[in-house]
Antibody
Framework: QVQLVQSGAEVKKPGASVKVSCKAS????????MHWVRQAPGQGLEWMGW????????NYAQKFQGRVTMTRDTSISTAYMELSRLRSDDTAVYYC??????????????????WGQGTLVTVSS | DIQMTQSPSSVSASVGDRVTITCRAS??????LAWYQQKPGKAPKLLIY???SLQSGVPSRFSGSGSGTDFTLTISSLQPEDFATYYC????????FGPGTKVDIK
C-alpha cells in the first residue's frame, strides 16, 4: 500500500533553516510528482510547490520562491523540503502529498491522493 | 492568484441530515476543483476531484457538482465519521485552498 512517512517534529529559531523528509513506499517513487502543503495552527492549507522525482525539476509557489528548496534522493525514495530564513509565521504542520497522475502521462493534476502524516515545525526564539 | 471562498464557515448537523457546502472561485476554473476532508490531527483526505469525480474508496453519499466559479459538495446522509472540516481546492492555476467548512454535531 502507498505510504508517505515524514520526519519528526522540529523546533527552530528565527532565521534558521529546516529540512523535512518524506519517504515513499508502495509505489514507484519516480512515477508521480510530489507536492508540499503546509497548515499553520488552526488555519487552512497552503500549497508550497512540487518536485518531479524523476528529473528533479521543481516549481515553487511565488510566496516561497527564494526560501524553499525541494530535492529528492531516488536511491531511498525520499523527497525533501528545506525552508530557510524561518520566521515565527512559518510555524505550521508541513505535509508531503502525491499528485494523482502518473508522471509519464504528462501534465500534473494538482490533486493529492496520498499524504504524509505531517511534520510540525515550530519557530520560536 | 485565484481566491477560493466557502460557505458556510461552519454547520451544525445531525446524523442522517443532508449537508451542502458551497465553494466559489474568484475566476472561472472550469472543473478543476477538488474536495478534501480533514479530521483533527490528521492529513486531508481526497474525496472528490474534477468537481464531480468520486475518489476511489470514498462512500457514495459524497457527491460534487458545479463548474466555472460555483461548486457544491453534498453529503446525502451524514454519518458519525463525517464530522470534520471540508476544504475545496482549485487546480486550474497552481493550487489554492478554500478556508474550510467545519461540520459538527448539532
Amino acid at each position: 500500500q502507498v505510504q508517505l512517512v515524514q520526519s519528526g517534529a522540529e523546533v527552530k529559531k528565527p532565521g534558521a533553516s529546516v529540512k523535512v523528509s518524506c519517504k515513499a513506499s508502495g509505489y514507484t517513487f519516480t512515477g508521480y510528482y510530489m507536492h508540499w502543503v503546509r497548515q499553520a495552527p488552526g488555519q487552512g492549507l497552503e500549497w508550497m510547490g512540487w518536485i518531479n522525482p524523476n528529473s528533479g525539476g521543481t516549481n515553487y509557489a511565488q510566496k516561497f520562491q527564494g526560501r524553499v528548496t525541494m530535492t529528492r534522493d531516488t536511491s531511498i525514495s525520499t523527497a525533501y523540503m528545506e525552508l530557510s530564513r524561518l520566521r515565527s509565521d512559518d510555524t505550521a504542520v508541513y505535509y508531503c502529498a502525491r499528485d494523482t497522475v502518473l508522471l509519464w502521462f504528462g501534465e500534473l493534476s494538482y490533486y493529492f491522493d496520498y499524504w504524509g502524516q505531517g511534520t510540525l515545525v515550530t519557530v520560536s526564539s | 492568484d485565484i481566491q477560493m471562498t466557502q460557505s458556510p464557515s461552519s454547520v451544525s448537523a445531525s446524523v442522517g441530515d443532508r449537508v451542502t457546502i458551497t465553494c466559489r472561485a474568484s475566476q472561472g476554473i472550469s472543473s478543476w476543483l477538488a474536495w478534501y476532508q480533514q479530521k483533527p490531527g490528521k492529513a486531508p483526505k481526497l474525496l472528490i476531484y474534477a468537481a464531480s469525480s468520486l475518489q476511489s474508496g470514498v462512500p457514495s453519499r459524497f457527491s460534487g457538482s458545479g463548474s466555472g466559479t460555483d461548486f457544491t459538495l453534498t453529503i446525502s446522509s451524514l454519518q458519525p465519521e463525517d464530522f470534520a472540516t471540508y476544504y475545496c481546492q482549485q487546480a486550474n492555476s497552481f493550487v489554492t485552498f478554500g478556508p474550510g467548512t467545519k461540520v459538527d454535531i448539532k
